[in-house]
């Protein structure tokens, strides 16, 4: 198993251009989420999946769009980035204990 | 607002000794609670769950669960430089709920 993969690992944007976060797990987990980590700080939720065709916010939505087409995949959409959008993103999935797997996470930087 | 507390340290033990991280959660009704360890620029990764109050222990670690004292302990015995990272505290609400909430993390730095 490869367990949780994204996509790419580093992107540098220019203020106002859009990019896809690709997040792939290989797992069947049904709970899918995307974090932000910003430096020194904890892991603040963008949106979570229960399912396929089923998304729903977190705590820092604003800025981003998510969608579940399959189990396996759940893409993060940054509209018109913003400096503020400047973090490392996380996606991970949630096995039957409740425990989370994450992805290697990608490295955005927005000038 | 459900609130998981952790000093963000830093931690700095010696090597060989026992590392000592704690975690306080707000939610009385908490069910599901663990310990992920991120290495600098890594991700997290899970390095203990417990479910219920007592003792859990796996090799070097041992998670701690007192939910009448709403805290949740790792302790890593025989610490080494490789333990140097930042230790997550994460808890789930009651209900099964499936969102975590997690601490902002404690750094820890084992020094040879």
């Not at chain 1, 916010?57 to 396996?72: D, I, M």
């Not at chain 2, 302790?75 to 975590?100: E, F």
């Amino acid at each position: 198993n490869a367990g949780v993969t994204q996509t790419p690992k580093f992107r540098i944007l220019k203020i106002g251009q859009s990019m896809t976060l690709q997040c792939t797990q290989d797992m069947n987990h049904n709970y899918m989420y995307w974090y932000r980590q910003d430096p020194g700080m904890g892991l603040k939720l963008i949106y979570y999946s229960v399912g396929a065709g089923i998304t729903d916010k977190g705590e820092v939505p604003n800025g981003y769009n998510v969608s579940r087409s399959t189990t396996e995949d759940f893409p993060l959409r940054l509209e018109l980035a913003a400096p503020s959008q400047t973090s490392v993103y996380f996606c991970a999935s949630v096995g039957g204990g409740y425990e989370q797997y994450f992805g290697p996470g990608t490295r955005l930087t927005v000038t | 607002q459900k609130e998981v507390e952790q000093n963000s340290g830093p931690l700095s033990v010696p090597e060989g000794a026992i590392a000592s991280l704690n975690c306080t959660y707000s939610d009385r009704g908490s069910q599901s609670f663990f310990w992920y360890r991120q290495y600098s620029g890594k991700s997290p990764e899970l390095i203990m769950s417990i479910y219920s109050n007592g003792d859990k222990e796996d090799g070097r670690f041992t998670a701690q669960l007192n939910k009448a004292s709403q805290y949740v302990s790792l302790l890593i015995r025989d610490s080494q430089p490789s333990d140097s990272a930042t230790y997550l505290c994460a808890v789930n609400l009651s209900g099964g709920s499936y969102i975590p909430t997690f601490g902002r993390g404690t750094s820890l730095i084992v020094h040879p």
